[in-house]
């Protein structure tokens, strides 16, 4: 069994995690068109407008709640009619929902099917992914130059990025702390290693610096901001906005790590055009049916992978294996394919979870390589 990460979904999963081919031409004069509204949602939408609902972008979600920016301004609709048993089909902030026009409380009575859904695992026990934002078309993952940057860190945000749809984004915060030019290069150089086909920003929202080139990159449309908490997000988050929405706390000298200070997800708009979608600090980061996205993230490792002379070679010891030449020849880091193990077995592990067919099938690869690396081992020890 190859380490290639798998990418097939489960029936009872939405399809979501890919982009729409839908048109998406904005109308300038529609009034939701500065959070994103276009001919494809009101494509999608006309059947809820026959039954007189209103459209809306969902902004904030709370309890069983939430709040609803439409025409008519900012609404607080009640999800009780939306809110199925799987917590991926929630309510979420970044959603298009149709509304009741009128009533105490307002209800959503239905939301529209997601172009892209930011998903990871819960902490829980069970096999439950955890959707963060809908409907978004940048990830800027933030990562704080004031402590050590974890490389496999910014690897397991990728993956996750990359398997909701979105294009990812790295924006090094707090920039300005690297007072060397030559160091803040090599810093670049290194994420941007970890990070094939990503753009890597630098910015100090502080000192205003590398705040414009990634509002130019980021556009018109719908951006979610994640990294851990003391990352620097809501400092940014206020950048790109151009006002103090967010809460700004300072953070500990001793690690870098700062108190939670935005607690909900937030859909913002941007002067300019765009929305921006603020998150609390993540402190876990598990992965969730993220095969593609891992396989994005080391796009490198598939690549050698596919000149192995095995075609379900695992990159542990066999023969003619083109990823451990390229590790023995010094082309490819041990980190990387560490990390890339890592992460495969971790995907297979969450997606084993809830599909006991699989679970069997990693169950007896993993059996199948110990004995071929006992035999190996014997093999080495006589001589042979």
């Avoid at 399809?15 to 994103?36: K, W």
């Avoid at 997000?233 to 967010?246: F, I, P, Q």
Wanted: glycine share 10%; with cysteine; hydrophobic share 40%.
């Amino acid at each position: 069994m190859s380490l290639r990460a798998p990418c097939a979904r489960r029936r009872d999963r939405p399809c979501e995690g890919s982009l729409l081919n839908l048109s998406t031409s904005p109308d300038p004069s529609h009034p939701l068109a500065t959070y994103g509204w276009d001919e494809g949602w009101a494509a999608q939408f006309a059947v809820h407008a026959e039954r007189g609902l209103l459209p809306g972008r969902v902004v904030r979600v709370d309890r069983g709640q939430c709040d609803v920016v439409t025409g008519d301004g900012v609404v607080r609709a009640d999800t009780a009619f939306v809110t199925p048993h799987d917590p991926l089909r929630v309510v979420c902030t970044g959603d298009w929902v149709a509304l009741d026009t009128d009533g105490n409380p307002r209800y959503v009575r239905a939301y529209l099917p997601r172009r892209t859904a930011f998903v990871r695992s819960t902490s829980s026990k069970r096999s439950e992914g955890q959707i963060l934002a809908a409907n978004v078309d940048h990830a800027i993952v933030a990562l704080s130059l004031a402590v050590e940057l974890d490389l496999g860190r910014v690897e397991r945000f990728l993956a996750l990025a990359w398997q909701s749809g979105a294009q990812p984004v790295v924006v090094l915060t707090k920039a300005d702390l690297v007072t060397d030019p030559a160091t803040l290069a090599y810093l670049v150089e290194d994420v941007e290693k970890s990070a094939p086909g990503v753009p890597v920003l630098t910015a100090s929202a502080m000192a205003g610096q590398g705040v414009g080139e990634l509002a130019a990159l980021l556009g018109r449309g719908t951006s979610v901001l994640l990294g851990a908490s003391g990352a620097g997000k809501s400092t940014l988050a206020n950048a790109l906005v151009g006002e103090d929405v967010m809460d700004v706390r300072a953070t500990r000298d001793m690690d870098g790590k700062g108190r939670h200070t935005t607690t909900t997800r937030n859909l913002l708009p941007r002067p300019g055009g765009g929305v921006l979608i603020d998150t609390p600090g993540l402190r876990g980061v598990g992965l969730w049916d993220a095969g593609q996205g891992v396989g994005q993230v080391f796009a490198e490792i598939e690549e050698l992978a596919g000149h192995c002379r095995f075609q379900d070679c695992a990159h542990e010891r066999e023969p003619g294996c083109a990823v451990l030449d390229a590790v023995e020849n010094g082309e490819l880091p041990v980190r990387r394919l560490d990390s890339y193990r890592k992460l495969v077995r971790e995907n297979q592990w969450i997606v084993a979870k809830s599909d006991a067919r699989l679970r069997g099938d990693i169950r007896d690869d993993w059996q199948r390589k110990e004995a071929a690396g006992r035999a190996a081992g014997r093999a080495k020890r006589a001589g042979w």
